[in-house]
């Protein structure tokens, strides 16, 4: 593994070079605004006129439209949803960008399932901070950084290491260090993350932990206290130092049961479906499943959210939250970047 950190890069690759970063939403907005704040001349594609357009110009930005934007990119980073990407590379990026540019990402899925093709004359690279868009802006505004992985796919400029490590030092990157990667080592890692352990793993983990509670006869709040609320605790001790402070600030009875009945839980059986899933994202499943799901316009996805929305654990949920004055209840505020739009 090699990792970078500020000392080990600078900004020359970008001076005197436009970065067009087309989308603001969640990541976008904080790279817009690290970059500028770092010294680098950003220009904001958007839909003219919309509620991203206003803010980024409120935000003191240049603002343009995709096209506009990446006529004048050297170095265009693509911040839109996965699944808009495509339309917006083909109609506004593709007959505006320059030979020798480079088309920057922060997610490799489009280019590893092939949904995008760019041409061998630009760049392809991708900086992919680990960590939703308003927590790297406000650790940049901290004087820290967000840890970013960094990959290099197409080197077409002589120049496309330089300018990603670059941009990952003006985002603020390099002050939690960068590690390389590959496109197909992001992107898979990234969706197994996501479906087996950190969204569908976690969650599903908790509701059939609630479900087996509250079926058994105990109260639905502290049920929910027990499988929803405590687990914050648990990971902020696993984020702060792994498995050794979880288990040193846990008493022993739970870490009893944690080593003894953890592993029925989660056993081989788990292990096994887990590979599944990870084949299931390597070979292409997954992402040909998405795409048709978006592309016939998202009716089951709608379905399978609702239904996530009404399970009892929510309204029970709802209820408790809403007399715990010290959270932060905001719908909005920390909003998944695969929900930003242009």
């Not at 320059?98 to 093709?117: C, E, V, Y």
């Not at 130092?241 to 080593?259: H, P, R, V």
């Amino acid at each position: 593994m090699t990792m970078y950190f500020e000392k080990d890069a600078s900004l020359k690759p970008l001076e005197g070079k436009t970065v067009a970063i087309i989308g603001y939403g969640s990541q976008g907005r904080a790279h817009s605004n690290n970059l500028h704040d770092s010294g680098i001349n950003v220009v904001v594609g958007v839909r003219p006129g919309g509620a991203s357009w206003q803010q980024a110009k409120a935000d003191g930005l240049t603002v343009a439209t995709p096209a506009d934007a990446a006529a004048q990119g050297d170095l265009i980073a693509i911040l839109l949803p996965d699944m808009v990407q495509p339309q917006v590379f083909e109609k506004d990026v593709l007959p505006n960008a320059r030979p020798g540019s480079s088309i920057l990402f922060a997610h490799g899925f489009n280019i590893h399932f092939g949904q995008i093709k760019v041409p061998d004359n630009m760049d392809v690279i991708m900086v992919a901070p680990k960590g939703p868009g308003d927590l790297v802006r406000r650790q940049y505004q901290e004087g820290k950084g967000v840890p970013s992985l960094m990959a290099v796919e197409q080197d077409a400029s002589g120049e496309a290491f330089e300018r990603t490590l670059a941009y990952a030092h003006a985002n603020g990157g390099t002050r939690g260090g960068v590690i390389t990667t590959t496109f197909a080592e992001e992107t898979e890692t990234d969706l197994f993350g996501e479906q087996a352990v950190l969204c569908g793993g976690a969650t599903e983990l908790v509701v059939k932990g609630w479900e087996t509670l509250v079926e058994a006869g105990y109260q639905p709040e502290v049920a929910y206290f027990e499988c929803l609320h405590e687990l914050k605790l648990i990971v902020d001790l696993l984020f702060e130092g792994g498995l050794a402070k979880m288990n040193k600030y846990i008493s022993e009875t739970a870490q009893y049961g944690d080593f003894t009945r953890g592993p029925r839980v989660v056993d081989d059986e788990t292990k096994q479906r887990m590979k599944a899933i990870l084949k299931e994202i390597q070979d292409g499943t997954f992402a040909k499943q998405w795409s048709d799901e978006y592309a016939q316009g998202l009716s089951e996805f709608r379905r399978m959210e609702q239904e996530d929305y009404n399970h009892p654990i929510e309204k029970v949920g709802a209820a408790l939250r809403a007399q715990m004055s010290w959270i932060n209840s905001d719908d909005d505020e920390g909003e998944s970047e695969t929900k930003s739009a242009a």
